[in-house]
T-cell receptor
Framework: GAGVSQSPRYKVAKRGQDVALRCDPISGHVSLFWYQQALGQGPEFLTYFQNEAQLDKSGLPSDRFFAERPEGSVSTLKIQRTQQEDSAVYLC????????????FGDGTRLSIL | DQQVKQNSPSLSVQEGRISILNCDYTNSMFDYFLWYKKYPAEGPTFLISISSIKDKNEDGRFTVFLNKSAKHLSLHIVPSQPGDSAVYFCAASANTNAGKSTFGDGTTLTVKP
């Protein structure tokens, strides 16, 4: 399909392991956003890319979180030395431009840290 | 401090009636507001938006109203249908902040046949 694709859909990891979450945005979309959604809450902003440039990473909870979008399309969110509090749904969204545009979301990756 | 609040965690209405979902915000820099709908195990889907230069936007059964002085917006669904049952998120963004969206915690709407 032509929507935002995220993989894996589910990820279970042991505390202390590193994980990598992938996002394939809609082709041609300049802006890409990562959000974290805890149970019963709304998505919370993590970081934003415009093409390959990471323009805002103010929402990343700690330096264990790292995101990249090296060629301005696919993006990877990496979490090092995972902790139980990292358990959440990680949502990726893209939009044609950044300002005053709706975002198109993927179905998320549900991360469970044991 | 939550900048976007949806004070009703849940709402139940009868099919055919009006559903009204409410949202309050505190940041006066917000100038673009959106409603998203979310089904279980899926990502949010864009429903309708409104710019701060308007006070109403309508799209079929869905209408969003914005009251800037009260920092309040609402989503009206008329008539409500069982397929509208979902979680509805209000979101806001500021032109000066690269479109980063701040979300409320959602309202679960149940439309009973």
């Amino acid at each position: 399909g032509a929507g935002v694709s995220q993989s894996p859909r589910y990820k279970v990891a042991k505390r202390g392991q590193d994980v990598a979450l992938r996002c394939d945005p809609i082709s041609g979309h300049v802006s890409l956003f990562w959000y974290q959604q805890a149970l019963g809450q709304g998505p919370e902003f993590l970081t934003y890319f415009q093409n390959e440039a990471q323009l805002d990473k103010s929402g990343l909870p700690s330096d264990r979180f790292f995101a990249e979008r090296p060629e301005g399309s696919v993006s990877t969110l990496k979490i090092q030395r995972t902790q139980q509090e990292d358990s959440a749904v990680y949502l990726c969204a893209s939009s044609l431009h950044s300002v005053n545009q709706p975002q198109h979301f993927g179905d998320g990756t549900r991360l469970s840290i044991l | 401090d939550q900048q976007v609040k949806q004070n009703s965690p849940s709402l139940s209405v009868q099919e055919g009636r009006i559903s009204i979902l409410n949202c309050d915000y505190t940041n006066s820099m917000f100038d673009y507001f959106l409603w998203y709908k979310k089904y279980p195990a899926e990502g949010p889907t864009f429903l309708i938006s409104i710019s701060s230069i308007k006070d109403k936007n309508e799209d079929g059964r869905f209408t969003v109203f914005l009251n800037k002085s009260a920092k309040h917006l609402s989503l009206h669904i008329v008539p409500s249908q069982p397929g509208d049952s979902a979680v509805y998120f209000c979101a806001a963004s500021a032109n000066t902040n690269a479109g980063k969206s701040t979300f409320g915690d959602g309202t679960t709407l149940t439309v009973k046949p």
